[in-house]
T-cell receptor, first 116, second 108 residues
Framework: DAGVIQSPRHEVTEMGQEVTLRCKPI?????LFWYRQTMMRGLELLIY????????DSGMPEDRFSAKMPNASFSTLKIQPSEPRDSAVYFC??????????????FGSGTRLTVV | GQSLEQPSEVTAVEGAIVQINCTYQ??????LSWYQQHDGGAPTFLSY????GLEETGRFSSFLSRSDSYGYLLLQELQMKDSASYFC?????????FGKGTSLLVTP
């Protein structure tokens, strides 16, 4: 298995522009998570999908952020309009069930977003 | 609410043993997990403890005491490649909440 695949690896954009991050989870995993990592705040959960349905989006910072999972093999995280404070590494992770078992989460390589 | 506390930095010598502690507060406990992250890389799953005691996986062991809301990760025979950040995590709601991480530096 190729693991969790995220694209792009790096994104530099100007403030006010729309940014779309993409994720392909591991086949057969029914849970997908988007996390954001910064030095100040660490790893923060943004949203959790189970069987393609958003279950918990309480971590989405504001209306500028939206996420979709149209099918079991694809998810997007969109920021519109982007702001410099959105600069961070965005990780997608997938697992079976809730992940608090002996197999844990599998994370993608992340997207390093820089908003200038 | 939830909180996880772990030291921000630890330094150890190659070949030595190091212990990274984690204390947590959570309303519902489903187990303590540990993840490793190298600079510029993704977090990778190391271990999971649901019950009290020690779980061993090669050079790494993880311990849990539910009564003390405490756990630790033990790394033995340290190698240079073990220099990384280590995160403890507990489930809050539907997903894992991660500590701020412990940066481990292994020196020659």
């Amino acid at each position: 298995d190729a693991g969790v695949i995220q694209s792009p690896r790096h994104e530099v954009t100007e403030m006010g522009q729309e940014v779309t991050l993409r994720c392909k989870p591991i086949s057969g995993h029914n849970s997908l998570f988007w996390y954001r990592q910064t030095m100040m705040r660490g790893l923060e959960l943004l949203i959790y999908f189970n069987n393609n349905v958003p279950i918990d989006d309480s971590g989405m910072p504001e209306d500028r952020f939206s996420a979709k999972m149209p099918n079991a093999s694809f998810s997007t995280l969109k920021i519109q309009p982007s702001e410099p404070r959105d600069s961070a590494v965005y990780f997608c992770a997938s697992t079976t069930g809730t992940g608090d078992r002996s197999y844990g989460y599998t994370f993608g390589s992340g997207t390093r977003l820089t908003v200038v | 609410g939830q909180s996880l506390e772990q030291p921000s930095e630890v330094t150890a010598v190659e070949g030595a043993i190091v212990q990274i502690n984690c204390t947590y507060q959570t309303s519902g406990f489903y187990g303590l997990s540990w993840y490793q992250q190298h600079d510029g890389g993704a977090p990778t799953f190391l271990s999971y403890n649901a019950l009290d005691g020690l779980e061993e996986t090669g050079r790494f062991s993880s311990f849990l005491s539910r009564s003390d809301s405490y756990g630790y990760l033990l790394l033995q025979e340290l190698q240079m490649k073990d220099s990384a950040s280590y995160f403890c995590a507990v489930r809050g709601g539907y997903a894992l909440n991660f500590g701020k991480g412990t940066s481990l530096l292994v020196t020659p």
